[in-house]
């Protein structure tokens, strides 16, 4: 550019000023690249508030799928309560039923963790049985006195990469009673 001398520092400035401005707007994903995953916790009896704040925790976790309340019609994801152990039937990526089952809270298990750890199942995690609390897939193996409900960086990373790609899962029933006896 033939510009007087002066002005090229200024014009420096300036569009370095821009390209700060723009790269997080570039950075962010644009809403229609987030898929929604409704779930009606209408049957999760006194589990309902847990349910809503493991949504919450995968919500204020992962960019790529939002977790929302089902406002009539059918939910992708129902859940439900009942006396036995807490467990998920994943039909496809963001579609299934979870059972929050009573006999794990009664040894002590952690409500929130257990729904938390249960959305990880729908949202194409499968379990994985380290024995540590930093994991929420780890589930039962980590003990009742754990009850950390946040996914660790490995495990965000899945379910972003899953449904970035639309991945298929195949169908099939997590049982948390199997983790915690074997
Ligand atoms: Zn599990």
């Known amino acids: ?70 406002t009539g019609g059918d939910a992708d994801v129902v859940v439900l309560a009942d006396d036995g152990w807490p467990r998920a039937e994943v039909v496809d990526l963001g579609r299934g039923r979870i059972w929050m089952g009573r006999q794990a809270v009664a040894e002590g298990h952690d409500v929130v963790r257990i729904a938390a750890h249960e959305f990880g199942h ?27 409900a946040k996914p660790n960086p490995d495990e965000i990373a899945e379910v972003e990469r899953n449904f970035a790609d639309s991945v298929r899962i195949t169908p099939r029933v997590f049982r948390e009673d199997v983790l915690a006896r074997g």
Do not use: K
């Not at 401005?21 to 779930?39: F, G, H, I, M």
């Open 1 to 70: 550019m033939n510009l007087p001398r002066p002005i090229r520092p200024v014009l420096g400035v300036l569009v370095a000023f821009l390209v700060a401005l723009v790269a997080p707007v570039t950075a962010a994903a644009t809403p229609d690249q987030v898929r929604v995953v409704t779930y009606d916790a209408g049957q999760a009896a006194e589990f309902r508030d847990a349910v809503d704040a493991g949504a919450q925790i995968w919500n204020d976790s992962v960019h790529n799928v939002r977790l929302e309340p089902a």
């Open 122 to 148: 729908i949202l194409g995690l499968p379990d994985n049985r380290t024995g540590e609390c930093a994991d929420l897939m780890s589930g039962a193996s980590a003990g009742p006195d754990c009850d950390n």
